[in-house]
Every structure is written in C-alpha cells, then in structure tokens.
C-alpha cells in the first residue's frame, strides 16, 4: 500500500499530489496529459529529486516525512525510463556487470544473472557496445538491469514512447509478462490508454500536478466521460482466457472464471499475427461504437459474437445525438454499446432490459 501527499515545487512547475493511497500490487498506471506531473510525481516517490516534501509510505515504512526521506537506494526500487540511460563506452554485460556491483548482497537473493538475461532476451547482446544498440534492445537491456537488482518495486517512465510500433508490441508482451512472472508492483508511466487497457490494474489519473483520482481499471472504463476515452470513444475492457488453439482459423476467448454455466460467454476472434495462441489469461478491448444492440439473438447473420447482457444505465450526449448503454455480462463485466439516439428510441431501451450485443470487431490485447 502507498500512502502519502507529496509536494514538490520546480520553479514553473509544481507538484501538490493531494492525500492519496492505493495498493502496491500489480500495476498501478500514472495517466495524465503532457505536463500533467506524471514523471514528478515519479521522481517524488522515488525519493531521486531531494526537493520534495510530504508524507510518503510504502507498507509500514516510512520513505518520506516532511523534507526527511529514506535514501534512494534503501527503496528496492528498479528503474527504467525513456531513454535506457546505460553507460557509455561500455557493452551491454558491462553495463549489466556494474549495475550488480552496486546491489548489496542481502538483495541478491532472487533470480540469476543468467535467468534474468535469458528471459529478457538478450544473451546476443552482451558483448555489444551499447551505442550499437536499437531504441528496442537498449531498453531490454534497461528492463535486465532493473531485473538484477531484485527489486521490491519497478518504476517505468514512458519506457515505450520513443520506440516504433513493432517494438513497441514486442517490449510491452516482455513487460507485461516480466511483471506477471516476478509479481514485482509496478509504477508505470504513459499517455497511451492501449496501455493502461493491457497492463493497469488501477490508473492514477493526474493533472495540472494533482491527483485527481485513482480507479481500478474496471472502474476507469465504466463512466463515459473517462479521461481514458479519447477521439475513440469509450472502451470496453474484458478479462477472460484464450484457447490453446485455433478453431477454423479463429481463437476461442472465453469469459473468466464463472461460478454458472450458463454466465459463461465466448467470443471468436481474429488471430492475426497470433498463428500459435496460447491457453493463457487473456483481456480484450472493444470499442463501444463497434458494438450494435438487439432487442433479440440475431440469426443468419455473419456477425459471429453475440453476447447477452442487462442494461445497468444509459448516458446520452444530446449535442452529439449518440447515446452510450453500459451493459452487464453473466459473469459480471461491463461492456459499453455506443448508438444513435434515434436507435435508442426506436428500440425503447431502457434499464434492466435483456439484450443482445453485436460486436463487430474485438482486438487482443494479452497474447
């Protein structure tokens, strides 16, 4: 659990966080436009800018009281940020070989050097000068550098913001399973909601250097004026698991664990670059204007997902015409259709009806 109010003034810039708390397990994301004071709310708790002032704890311990704070590198924290910051003039297992050099031994009590480099992917790598390194392979090599150290923490600074698109679908899969395998709590850092859809568990939304709220992920996404929802529109996240293999050339998404059968729902879903999908957990994301409504199942139609729910609420946005239904599925999720007013009027919705969602497209985001 962190708890704290942080201060930090920087001039043209000052962060006055506001009394907050929220768990340290799994991944909790700072979502904020440009400026908003992610990165020094990060820098705050991470106690690396020595101007900072408050109250900060992490569990029991105290990291920071007034203008008194636990040095940095009694934290346990692992760092990776934009830029890799390695060490020039050296290779890529000297900059590996120096960051373990400053790790007390009473933390180098986890996985190996020689696990952690093999699961990050990197062996090929170690004797290579650092400045010969892509954007994607200089931050495996920042990730296997916070890895060794055996952290209790990681803090990820926008680690994917100066990567292409292929890279970046790469290191956010390492990311993402690095986390779930090592269950290390993660601070992490951006303004892309694919994002917070795939990796958060709750998301600190932040602006003009307040919090201005913390949400579970689930709650993020159910209220249609989310600062999550940009010129997409609002977003349905589903947590579920995917099939272990392919049947006639699609996956089998399946709802998460249900106490009835008859709760259950599955989708069908496009395997695109996933040829080989594996049984796993899995979340998917769907637009809600890729998602129709019908009074009754649809039959003799392509449209192959098709999923029962309850309309818990509508929101109406009368300058735009469109209305927004939010939906609860049999196990318990949400998921948002996005219509016309006239089509909310022609059909008569309103809540507590039964309907069918139609959903035109649906896109992994865990593979």
Known sequence: MFTGNLHLDLGKFSLNSGAFEF???????????????????????SGLDKRTHGQLKFGDEVWQDGRKAKPVEQRDIGFVFQTAALLPGKSVQGNLDYALRRVPKSRLEGPSSEEIIERVGIGYLLPRPVENLSGGERQRVAIARALLASPRLLMMDEPLS????????????????????????????????????????????????????????????????????????????????????????????????????????????????????????????????????????????SMLNQLTGTIERIE????????????????????????SRRSRDNLGLASGQTVTALIKTAALLDH
Not at 316 to 334: H, K
């Open 23 to 45: 768990e340290s397990q799994g991944v909790t994301v700072l979502f904020g436009r440009s400026g908003s004071g992610k990165s020094t709310l990060l820098r705050a708790m």
């Open 162 to 301: 100066a990567l292409d698109w292929r890279a970046k679908s790469e290191l956010l899969a390492l990311i993402e399973s690095v986390i779930a395998d090592y269950h290390i709590p993660t601070l992490y850092i951006t303004h892309a909601p694919v994002e917070v859809e795939r990796l958060a568990d709750r998301v600190v939304f932040m602006a003009e250097g307040k919090i201005t709220s913390i949400e579970t992920l689930a709650e993020a996404t159910a209220r249609v004026d989310s600062p999550l929802f940009t010129e997409e529109g609002p977003v349905s996240v589903l947590n579920g698991q995917t099939a272990g293999t392919l049947e006639d050339g699609l996956i089998a998404f399946s709802a998460a664990h249900t106490n009835a059968e008859a709760n259950a729902f599955q989708l069908w879903l496009n395997p695109g670059e996933h040829s080989q999908p594996k049984a796993q957990a899995a979340r998917v994301r769907v637009l809600a204007r890729d998602v129709a409504l019908s009074r009754n199942p649809v039959a003799d139609i």
């Open 316 to 339: 109406s946005n009368e300058a735009q015409q469109r209305t927004a239904v939010f939906l609860r599925l049999g196990d318990g999720q949400n998921l948002i259709a996005e219509i």
